[in-house]
Every structure is written in C-alpha cells, then in structure tokens.
C-alpha cells in the first residue's frame, strides 16, 4: 500500500525540484480528498505555507496541488508547473522570479554608480548566479564570474559566456590547475569582489596582494566566509574594506533559515529516496544550532523526521532545547542516526561520530566538514546501478551523501530562487554602499536603513506593505520622552 505521507512529500518535493522556488511564505491550496490531501495540508503548514481553502484569494506567490482527478496537478501561480527547459530557460524562470534583485539593479543602472567598474563574482555558478552577473553588466558595469570545479553548472556557464559574460569555471579542474585558474581571475584586475566563503578574497591576499591594493573593496555573503576575515582583521592582516553581506537580517533571516533549510533537507530526501529510506520518523541529529541548523531542523521536523540537536553554544543550546528539541552530545544523540552538519567547521563528522551515523550529510559547509581522510569509501549500488551522490563507509555501512559536500549545490539547484532574490538584493544594495561610501580597510555591517529598503522591497513585490502607527494609539513621540507612569499631579490633561 502506497504511504500517504510519503506521496503528500514527494508531491512537495517535486514542487520544489521542478521549479526551485520556496515552499514557506507561500499561499498553498489542496484540492480533492483523502490520506494525500491530510497530509500535503499538514506538511505545508509546517513547512511554513499559507494554507487557504478552495473558496479563498490565493494570491502570489502560490502553489496549488489538485489532487480531485486521481492523478496530482500542480500549478504555480496559477499555471502549470512550466518546463524550465535547458540551461537559458532556466536562468529566464530565475529571472522572472527575482523582482528584489531586479529593482535594486535598475536603481545601479539609473545611479551610473557601477558604471565601467571592474566587478568579481565568485559564487557558486547556477541560474540565480548567471542572474545576478546579468543584472550587474546590464547596469553597465565589466563582469567577469568565477566558480570552484565542485560549484559549477557546466550548462549554466556555457549559457552566460554566450550572451557575453567573463566566466573563468571548469568543472574538470583539480589541484594546482584549480588554484591557478582562480589566480588568473584575480589577475583579470577588478575594483569589487562579491565572493562566497571569503575563498578569493584569502588568495589574493595571500598570492596576489597587489590586486587587492587596487579593490575598492569586496562583499561577503557567509558566515564562514566572515569569520576568517574578521580574524584577519584582529591580526591586522586585511588589506581591503569588506561589507559583511551575511549579517544583513534580509540575507541571514531567509537565505540561512529557509532557503538552505529547504534546499538541503529536500536534496537529502531526495538522495534517501532513491536509496529507499524515508525521512519520516527517522531519527536525524542536527550539529549547530544557528540559523542554517535551525532552518535544517525545522524542515527536517516538517517532514516527519525525530529531530534532535547538538551545540557548544548554551544559549544556541537552550534555544533548541525551547523549540522542542532533544538536546545532548553529538556522539550520543548520532548513534544510527542521519547526522546532518550545521556548523561550517572542519572535522565537524569525525571519528567515533562518523562511525557511529546511519548517514552523514552537510549543509552549507567547507572543506573536510566531514572527516573522511584515510576513509574507505565503496558506491552503493542499487539493481546494478550506482545511486548518486550516496557512498557507503566501510566497516561500519554509514552512508556518506555527496562525500560530505555542501548538499544543495553539489547535489541539487541550491537556495529557492525567492530566497537568492533577496540575497543578491542585499549583495547589490551593499555594493552600492561599498563604491558610494569607500570605507577603510575592514569588516564593515551591511546598513541598517539599505536592509530595510530591501525589505520594503521584497513586501512591495508581494503586494504588501508593513504596518504603521496611528495617531490616537496612545504612543508616545520621540520627542516626548517622560514617562506618563509619574505625571505630575499638578498637570492638566490634555
């Protein structure tokens, strides 16, 4: 017999493969009746949608599952799921799913503040990516992209070097011809690096520090990125302004939570699946109890798995322990477990941990994340085929997914495009604050007021706008600042 709940999640899951957008904020109707329905409503709302009956607005961004026929139609926005088509279709959906992104790039283009600037991406080459480098050239500045072999839709690259764009990515590359592929895009010369990990923002401090002298500065968009930078700072080694791109509550409160949450714990179902395993109720330890962690846990839950938490942070700790998680050791709570990191810290899966997993996987993620040196590693193999991206661990059987790469980009499209949207607003936002302002060498907060124009932007893509104060709710002004709690007696109402 068919499991409902297995067939409402690959119904979402399919959703979401289909067309790379975000499940949560978005309006969610299910037609029809029976098991499938129940629980394609209750996981969408878990999963953070905004479920509205069959007489109800639904409005965009939203996605309908018609299940009334005996088969499942799904529509976006009230249309058929599209065919994305080959790689250009795929960066014309993005495209067309990105608003934010597109706003805060005309304002570029009106300004001329990019104008003829040499401008760097080096992020993780997909549809969303090919984007962004489109938008910049577009608002007239000189574009070139880079990205790691493991980070590189051959596609994609192909399909943005045809409408004229620098792109310095080979997925063949390895060793020292990969180190100095990213040199030679270094020493293309640029006035700004958007950079992803702070990957290229080190070498060329370390190999082509020339070329740093000459940046205006440079963004970055991670948290392991930053922290690198930041320690570079406190030595005293930076030698560029850099806007900490990550800390932008539009990029960290979305990007981190839901968009990796999603796109990681979906492409870990994924994998599963072929493999015929099933998240739900499956025991699965999250390490990391940050953003990424939270978002991880959180869909994790949504779809069934029995989630717990390891964290070296107490208050991070606590927090897990409040949104209903079992808390404790990682060695303990990963014991035939799916161990999922969430830290972006080598050697995170190690040892006795390693061993010890039922499946081992990373989200987000850098280098040796999970240890796997000196590790026996053998396909596993399914009805004569392998099953990509899924090895296992000899003696102890542990399955090691994407041989602990960072699960959304090596083994599926990455973040939901929504979610890049806003992401690459904020990394456009804050390159305009880099070029207008040029600040002194140093990591420097993304502004308060550019995250809120972001923000604004995304609700106004929505067709919405944020509350606001009225004059009779009984508030005080700014300017008012006595407390009425000890008015003087003496005073007359006014």
Known sequence: MTDPWASAERLIRGFARDTNLLVAGRGARVTGDGPVVEALRAQLTALGARLVD???????????????AGGARVLVDGTDVPDRGDASGRIGFAGSHMPVSRRIADGLAASGIVRDLRIGVAMVLEPKTAQLALMLRDAGADVAVYAHPDETDPDVAMAL??????????????????????????????DALLDDGS????????????????????????TSGLTPLRAMERAGEL????????????????????????????????????????????????????????????????????????????????????????????????????????????????????????VVAVAGGVPGEVDLAGADLEPVVLEGAAVPHIDRLRPSGALVLDRGGCINITAAEGNPIEIMDWSFAVQLAGLEHLVRTRPDIGVHSFPEEADAAVARAALAARGTTVDRRTADDGTASEAEWRSPRFRDATEEPS
């Open 239 to 358: 030698r560029t302004a850099v806007i900490a791109v990550n800390d932008a509550q539009m990029k960290t409160r979305f990007d981190n939570r839901y968009g990796t949450g999603q796109s990681c714990v979906f492409a870990i179902a994924d994998l599963l699946d072929e493999a015929g395993i099933s998240l739900r109720d499956q025991p699965a330890t999250v390490i990391g109890y940050g953003p990424v962690g939270q978002g991880v846990a959180g869909h994790l839950r949504a779809l069934g798995a029995e989630v717990r938490v390891a964290e070296l942070d107490p208050v991070r700790a606590l927090r897990a322990a409040h949104d209903g998680y079992e808390t404790g050791r990682a060695a303990d709570l990963g014991r035939g477990a799916l161990v999922v990191s969430a830290t972006g810290a080598a050697g995170t899966i190690a040892g006795e941990l390693l061993e010890g997993a039922a």
């Open 161 to 190: 070097r045809s409408r004229g764009i620098v792109v310095d990515a080979d997925e063949t590359l390895s060793g020292a011809a990969e180190r100095g592929a990213a040199l030679a895009f270094l020493r293309r010369g640029f």
């Open 54 to 68: 069959r007489d109800g607005t639904l409005t965009a961004p939203s996605v309908e599952f018609d299940l009334r």
């Open 199 to 222: 990957h290229l923002i080190r070498l060329a401090h370390e190999a082509a520090p020339d070329e740093v002298a000459s940046w205006i500065g440079a963004n970055e968009e991670t």
